[in-house]
Every structure is written in C-alpha cells, then in structure tokens.
C-alpha cells in the first residue's frame, strides 16, 4: 500500500515540473477531465465487448450447440458466469470513476484517485488472469462433447485459432491497460499539482 504511494510520489517529484508556471488550473482540470473521460471510455468499450461475446456465447450454446452432458454444462456455465463477473467489475469500476469529481481539488479527491489505481490495478492483476484461467477451463471442459460430434481436425483448429486469438487480444489490452494506468497516475499528478498550490 505505502509501496503504491511511494512510486507515484516518486513519479510525481520525477515530472512535476512538466507542469509549466504560466499553465492555470483550468487547464489542468481541462486535462483531468479528458484522461477521465478517456478512462471511462475505455471502461464502456471493455463493458461491449464483454456484454457482445456474453450474447454470441449464449446464443451459441442455446441455439445453434446446446450441450447435453454435465461436464460441458458446468464448462459453459464457468465461461458465461466469467463474462457475468467482468462485465459487472468493470460497471463497478465506471461507478467508482464517476465518483472522483475532476473539478474539486481536495486532498481527499486524491486520496480517492490513488485508491481507484489501486483498484484497477488490482482487476488488471491476479482478478483478470484468475477470470480468463476459468474460462479457458470452462472452454476445455466441452471439448469431450463436442469430439463426439466433429473430428480431431476442426477441433484442433478451434482450439488453436483460441489460442493465437487470445494471445493477440491480450498483447492488446495489455497495450491499452498500461495506458489506461499511465492516464490514472497522470491524473493523480495533476490533482496533486492542484492541490499543492491551492
């Protein structure tokens, strides 16, 4: 914890003098405002796309593959039931977003802005990787039934297509989580630059 804080203090003393002197503190909220929305942005897109394959999942195993057997129920129930718990995280976390009020100034907004780094950093950890190890679990445990009704060969294409698609989409959001942080600790620069003047 005092880690977390210590490394954005460090990274604040290492850039506070990007701020330029003659810059005013609506600028600086101007600033704020945007990675926040950008933030937020990014929230909503993980929100649908994670509510899009929830949808082409179900209608897949509703409509066009119902499973039969128990082992292939529970792989489809742990693959929806990961999409359910991520998409209602990342709601979570809009809701924790919309919480810090770029335009008040306090130490507790800032306060309040390390502790939503925190979270996101704790989602983007152990949370996230635990979620996708279930649901490629969930994944592997249809495999039985679904060799009973297609050959090795499409299966393992399937199952190879998921794999390199899944390394792709992960590199990624990987990209786009790293930015997503460096605009939170931005953000977290510019409260404190804030607060320390006023």
């Not at 850039?15 to 101007?30: I, P, R, Y």
Request: positive net charge.
């Amino acid at each position: 914890m005092n880690n977390d804080f210590n490394d954005i203090q460090q990274l604040w003393n290492a850039e506070k003098d990007s701020l330029s002197a003659n810059e005013t503190s609506q600028e600086v909220l101007k600033k704020i405002t945007e990675k926040k929305n950008d933030s937020t942005k990014f929230h909503y897109g993980n929100v649908f796309v994670l509510l899009l394959t929830l949808i082409v999942i179900c209608t897949f195993f509703i409509f066009i593959a119902p499973v039969q057997e128990t082992l292939s129920r529970i792989g489809a129930g742990l693959m929806i039931g990961v999409l359910v718990i991520r998409i209602v995280v990342e709601i979570y976390s809009v809701k924790q977003s919309h919480k810090l009020d770029p335009t008040h100034n306090t130490v507790g907004n800032l306060s309040a802005s390390v502790q939503y780094l925190k979270l996101r950093r704790r989602i983007h950890g152990v949370f996230t990787i635990s979620l996708l190890v279930i649901y490629t679990i969930g994944l592997f445990m249809i495999f039985p039934e679904f060799l009973l009704y297609l050959s090795w060969v499409p299966m393992v294409v399937f199952y190879g297509m998921y794999l390199v698609s899944g390394i792709i989409i992960i590199l990624t959001l990987k990209k786009k989580i790293r930015q997503e942080l460096v605009d939170i600790e931005e953000t977290i620069e510019l409260r404190k630059a804030l607060t320390t003047t006023e």
